[in-house]
């Protein structure tokens, strides 16, 4: 009876325990683990449904499941650096534990695995726009002139910035991008706040300190960037404006430049047909935080 009891408590108690999966989301990735004899999978297609039936059977037990994003030169990094042997089930299940605390992730709940492989995905580009933002930041150092912390001065502007945006927007569902060039590749970041019925604004508090971040490293590096605004609410036209990132202020972008950006396809440069019910408009005048002092990079 006793025996009987504990494998009940047992099950309760697995139910409690979160858990994480590191996912190989792509062939390639797939592919670089296999020179491992220990990882027994040899197509990738099963792999992907063999998971997806685990996630499930973890789901319909009651328990939470985090899916995190594998990358295998990650791992032998991690592996090297910690004295594991990247050949051992355990080392891989240690680099899984270390991933749920510090890389991108996302819980499973019930999605299907294509729809939740492209957002896992998504979610490592954002951290990796964010680690790499802030480590650009810290890198500047502080002004020759003055001796104040460029990154902090800059992030500081950039928050001062999203607020008065922010404040200004017309109410609704607002959906803000921010773009600064930063060789090799252009950072992306994206907002989304809704208005509280008393005029709040609602965001995501992680997506806003990578929006900032980004802004903050356009500002600091006096890069080309810009932002554009997309407000929504029910029985009103969507309204889109933006701004050109000029030094450490934003610039209003004209109704035809906006119209211009956003009915170009970027990458062969066509002109695209615009969307029907949407206003192409000024920015509304975000004031004037006053200036940062012109720091000497």
Known sequence: MAHTEHQTMRRVLRREIAGT?????????????RRYRTFTFDDHTTYLQQVEAL?????????????????PEEYAAFCADSGLDPDAPASRTRFTAELAATGPAIPYEGQPLDELVPDLVDEAVRHATWQYATTALTRLGACASCGEDIGRAAFAQASRLLTRILDTASPGHRHLVCSVSAPPETLVAVLHADEDPDGTSRIDETEALEFTTVLALGI???????????TTAPDTTDRVYGWR???????????GEVFDAYCTDVESGDLVSPESGVDYSAPPDLGDDGPLTDHTH
Request: charged content about 20%; proline content about 2%.
């Open 21 to 33: 999966i590191g996912l190989l989301t792509d062939e390639h990735d797939f592919t670089a683990m």
């Open 55 to 71: 996630l499930r059977t973890l789901a319909a037990q009651g328990g939470h499941t985090t899916v995190a994003l594998f990358d």
């Open 220 to 230: 600091a590096t006096h890069a080309a960037g810009g932002l554009v605004m997309r």
């Open 245 to 255: 990132l000029r030094g450490e202020r934003l610039e209003p972008l004209t109704a």
